[in-house]
């Protein structure tokens, strides 16, 4: 075909031989007409067909002659290929071999077509395969290829349809079969020596695994392979990635699928409707919008942690490294690997956080790991907040402290000195809380409280340090402090876990604030519970009547009463063990007066004689006050028994409550229950987090710590940002720099200028106020405004005279 007919049009001479009218057709006109009558039109086909032959035939002619081609005809057999490859659903006896020709053209001659022409072939075949006339497994290795000829369009256009191709088998259901064949595809390339075509197979993989398409053990084993990669061009995409996975998974691009990115991002908040009415309608206006701010403050902190506690239970805290079946096997050979590499410093760092990450997360025990960074931890070293980052994830409550302890002194001793700078000590004491949060065993007495006086310290940043770092062993071990640095601890005891010491749950977790809610709803209130007590009391005392009576006489002699008194004394002690003291030294000054008098009965009764029987009536008189006197002794002590039975009552009722399950029948949790706890727990996060930022008062009897020290799983499952460990202190401004700033910050502004000036410069109407002082007021309105003024100067002249000057000094 000659190159004249490069044009998009066919010769009306060729349509005239086939018996149709004269017309010019192009292709894609041609090609719209054959979709609605292809039986009609199946001469035009083949006549196309064979202009595509020929066209080929000459393509490969002019490029064996000479290194260049003809543009337009190169360009005439891509427009070909694209007319052939949509027409061949319809045709697909007469165009049978169409396919195998445009991929062994890809095939063999990929690299010296042009790339105009490599750019209309490829889509002609991604249109093959999306209509499954190619199988996907013999156009992956094709397009695998086409990515590492260096042709940057024709990479992005083979790689996204991989990818896409892929997603698209997928997207309904997993099809198992086929991910497998290209799976061991992929997999068989990523292990291939040739650099280029194994980093092209692990973008690919590494892609799909961060869009969940490949979301298993196997694509998650590859990837972690390809670290121990003999080109480093392998190996450095494949630690990246699994580095930055985490951090990428909570930010995934936008062309991930939107399916994918629509979570619950709407989590549960608890706050009170009283602190929400009071922040909108009580108080003055400022005091109102202090209280908006606070609450919307207390609400989006508590949105983040409910936010987070969702993302650990779902696949946001994932990482590729959980899915290794190795992984101290892994561990140790990347290890290996970092003693001996020669690679540069960015890669051994990234060799280093891969293995630390690994480490924590799956708590394994690598004793030569702590060795190897101690010989780096130095304040003027590179990168250091990332190494001490590195060393703190690979801690964890399995490794023994012995094997940290140099690493730990080391850190001590480098960072956190007077003739350090404060940003190095500021470095250190991070990393000691972080390292101390981990295996609390590291630090002893003497350390701790060293540690502590840098509180005192000038640079905030140090002092912020060294006060975290009181707080968190105030709630770990409370005795390595100083008793001033201690606080009000809530368990003055703690004690952190011996090495090996393992913690059984023996309950389900949030039950006691199940327990704790049955008690509300049973005990109703304290006002009930000490009446109960009471009423128990008075049976214990025999009756429910009031156990004495002070208008009633009783002519019964004083031993009597002194014994009534013994057996209700015995019988309180027999109820309350708390109050055996009081009721002894009651018992002993009771016996003991009833003794004295008696002797004195008995001594008078000798010397009178025959003079009691006829004073008998004079004696009873005279004994009535004494024996009332007794009576009110007696009920006093009765009393105070009384209040001390009362208390004890209350705390053994309250260890019964406590200890009663929560299910009389069987104990087993039903899901209305776990609903309940997941409430109460949700109210509980609210009341501590409106307490902490002022917007409920704190309970008395309230333990509410300041922060919740983790659990050490929680620890090993997330990533430690090194910028934490960072200090960030400003240093002083100079005058200039303040003069600078400030005159920056008028750079905006005109000049100064009095309200009062700019209203008279103002142009236009008159404003509303100015409206309003000007409107005519009613005389009703007027006689109302001036008694208003009067009753107004009238207060004003009377409390004019009684100002307080005062109090005179004589006086």
Not at 172 to 179: I, T, Y
Not at 309 to 328: F, I, M, R
Not at 633 to 638: A, K, L, M, P, R
Request: charged fraction near 30%; hydrophobic fraction near 35%.
């Amino acid at each position: 075909m000659p190159p004249a007919t490069a044009s998009y049009l066919l010769s009306p001479e060729s349509f005239t031989a086939s018996g149709q009218a004269a017309e010019r057709l192009s292709l894609p006109m041609l090609q719209s007409r054959m979709k609605m009558d292809p039986e009609g039109h199946e001469t035009e086909l083949l006549l196309v067909y064979r202009h595509f032959k020929s066209t080929l035939q000459l393509f490969k002619q002019q490029s064996a002659l000479s290194s260049t081609s003809d543009p337009a005809v190169s360009k005439y057999l891509g427009d070909l290929a694209m007319f052939l490859a949509h027409m061949i659903p319809f045709y697909p006896l007469d165009l049978a071999e169409f396919p195998s020709q445009v991929y062994d053209i890809l095939r063999t001659n990929a690299r010296t077509l042009p790339s105009s022409l490599r750019c209309h072939l490829s889509q002609a075949t991604i249109l093959l395969v999306n209509r499954k006339i190619i199988d996907p497994e013999k156009s992956l290795d094709l397009f695998i290829d086409l990515q590492i000829i260096g042709d940057r369009t024709l990479r992005k256009l083979a790689f996204f349809h991989v990818v896409h191709n892929i997603r698209r088998m997928n997207k309904k259901h997993k099809n198992n079969a086929k991910n497998q064949k290209l799976q061991t595809i992929l997999f068989r390339i990523l292990q291939e020596e040739e650099e280029l075509r194994a980093r092209r197979s692990l973008v690919v993989l590494c892609d799909l695994h961060r869009r969940k398409v490949w979301f298993d053990d196997r694509t998650a084993n590859a990837i972690c392979s390809a670290c121990f990669h003999n080109s480093s061009r392998v190996m450095v995409p494949a630690l990246s990635f699994l580095l930055g996975f985490e951090c990428n998974d909570a930010c995934d691009s936008e062309d991930s699928g939107g399916e994918e990115d629509e979570r619950s991002q709407n989590p549960q908040v608890v706050v009170s409707k009283e602190q929400i009415y009071k922040a909108q309608h009580m108080g003055t206006a400022s005091s109102k919008r202090k209280k908006k701010a606070k609450l919307q403050r207390v609400i989006l902190s508590m949105k983040k942690q409910q936010r987070k506690s969702e993302e650990k239970k779902g696949s946001n805290s994932y990482s590729p490294l959980t899915h290794l079946k190795d992984a101290q096997g892994f561990v140790e050979k990347l290890f290996s690997r970092l003693h001996t590499c020669n690679e540069r410093f960015e890669v051994r760092m990234m060799m280093l956080k891969v293995i630390a990450r690994t480490i924590g997360l799956h708590r394994l025990i690598l004793l030569n790991f702590y060795p190897f960074l101690q010989k780096y931890v130095q304040p003027h070293q590179r990168e250091v907040t990332n190494l001490l980052a590195a060393g703190i994830q690979a801690c964890h409550d399995e490794v023994p402290p012995d094997a940290v302890e140099p690493l730990f002194k080391q850190i001590v001793n480098q960072f956190v000195h007077d003739r350090s700078r404060p940003e190095a000590i500021a470095v250190g004491l991070n990393a000691v809380r972080e390292m101390c949060l981990r295996m609390p065993l590291l630090m002893n007495e003497d350390l701790l409280q060293d540690l502590a006086l840098y509180k005192k310290s000038h640079e905030k940043a140090v002092s912020i340090a060294a006060r975290s770092l009181i707080t968190l062993f105030r709630e770990i071990c409370p005795s390595l402090l100083v008793k001033k640095d201690r606080g009000r601890p809530i368990d003055p005891k703690a004690r952190p876990k011996a090495f090996g010491e393992v913690s059984v749950a023996s309950e389900v977790p949030g039950i006691e604030l199940l327990q704790h809610d049955g008690e509300l709803i049973a005990s109703g209130s304290d006002d009930d519970m000490y009446d109960a007590a009471d009423t128990e009391v008075n049976h214990s005392l025999g009756s429910d009547e009031p156990a004495f009576d002070f208008e009633e006489e009783n002519d019964a002699e004083d031993e009597d009463y002194s014994e009534e008194d013994g057996e209700d004394y015995d019988e309180l002690d027999t109820a309350d063990d708390d109050a055996i003291d009081d009721h002894d030294d009651l018992d002993d000054s009771d016996a003991q007066g009833s003794e004295n008098e008696g002797s004195a009965d008995v001594d008078d009764s000798d010397d009178s004689g025959d003079d009691e029987c006829k004073n008998n009536g004079s004696d009873k008189v005279e004994d009535e006050p004494r024996r009332k006197k007794r009576k009110l002794e007696v009920h006093v002590g009765n009393l105070n028994a009384a209040d001390l039975s009362l208390r004890v009552l209350k705390r053994l009722s309250g260890i019964k409550i406590a200890k009663a399950p929560t299910n009389e029948d069987d104990g087993i949790l039903s899901n209305e229950d776990f609903k309940r706890i997941k409430e109460l727990k949700a109210k509980k996060e609210g009341k501590h987090g409106l307490s902490q930022h002022g917007l409920l008062n704190k309970d008395a009897n309230s333990t509410s710590t300041a922060f919740k020290i983790p659990s050490s799983e929680q620890l090993s499952a997330k990533r430690l940002d090194p910028v934490k460990l960072e200090a960030y202190i400003r240093s002083k401004l100079s005058k200039e720099e303040k003069l600078a700033m400030v005159r920056a910050g008028r750079e905006d502004r005109g000049p100064y200028q009095a309200r009062a000036a700019v209203k008279q410069k103002k142009t236009g109407g008159l404003s509303n106020r100015q409206r309003e002082h000007k409107k005519v007021m009613p005389l009703a309105a007027k006689r109302s405004r001036a008694a208003r003024t009067r009753r107004e100067k009238k207060q004003l002249r009377k409390h004019a005279d009684k100002q307080f000057r005062g109090k005179k000094a004589w006086k």
